[in-house]
């Protein structure tokens, strides 16, 4: 076993590294004629590219401080749409760091940017509120007048993520029917082209 592995660990040590550490391992070992390419190869090396190694960076965005900052004073917020981070309209806590940026950017200072930037972000915290508020109370009246309640302004976002997971059928109702008409119109076809046929080999014993 002790020579398998260090078979093995030799041949390992012989397929390690680019091309040009191959083909000079083997030209070397004798294993290989020198190629044409060879020298030319060490003259120009191709470029190397660095590995990662494991060590990824995480991904930071310039406002990712706000958004933090945000999420500690509004806590509630964090709880507002988690599956659409990377959507068209981004959570409030997003909103509120960009438009912090923003303000920072033209001349304002920090501390009054985020006032200004907290004051907008909680119009709409205050607008979704008083939805909740609205659906509660419509919810009430379907109850008592016994009828069904009307859907969620906001679905929760395990709804969200179990409306997206599911998947489409392959093809839709109407392409289907397409499909189903245009493969009973070549039936037919073909059993109006089939009946001159029979016809003929009918006919032609009688006239015998």
């Given at each position: 076993q002790s020579k398998a592995l260090s078979g093995q660990?030799?041949?390992?040590?012989?397929?390690?590294?680019?091309?040009?550490?191959?083909?000079?391992?083997?030209?070397?070992g004798l294993a290989m004629r020198e190629p044409v390419w060879l020298k030319a190869m060490e003259a120009s090396p191709p470029p190397v590219f660095p590995r990662s190694n494991g060590n990824l960076k995480k991904i930071v965005l310039p406002e990712d401080s706000y958004v933090r900052r945000f999420a500690r004073k509004h806590p509630e917020a964090k709880l507002v749409d988690p599956i659409k981070a990377s959507a068209f309209i981004p959570d409030p806590a997003r909103v509120y760091g960009c438009r912090v940026?923003?303000?920072?950017?033209?001349?304002?200072?920090?501390?009054?940017?985020?006032?200004?930037?907290?004051?907008?972000?909680?119009e709409?915290?205050?607008?979704?509120?008083?939805?909740?508020?609205?659906?509660?109370?419509?919810?009430?009246?379907?109850?008592?007048?016994?009828?069904?309640?009307?859907p969620k302004p906001y679905l929760s976002s395990k709804t969200e993520m179990q409306i997206q997971e599911k998947k489409p059928p392959t093809d839709p109702p109407s392409v289907r029917r397409l499909h189903e008409t245009h493969l009973g119109s070549n039936q037919t076809d073909r059993k109006l082209q089939s009946l001159?046929?029979?016809?003929?080999?009918?006919?032609?014993?009688c006239t015998q």
């Open positions: 660990r030799e041949t390992m040590s012989w397929m390690k590294g680019d091309l040009l550490s191959k083909s000079r391992r083997l030209v070397g940026l923003e303000l920072t950017k033209n001349g304002i200072s920090e501390d009054d940017a985020m006032s200004v930037a907290n004051v907008l972000c909680m709409y915290l205050a607008e979704r509120k008083e939805m909740k508020k609205a659906y509660k109370r419509l919810k009430e009246l379907a109850v008592l007048q016994d009828k069904t309640p009307p001159p046929e029979t016809r003929a080999s009918c006919t032609s014993p």
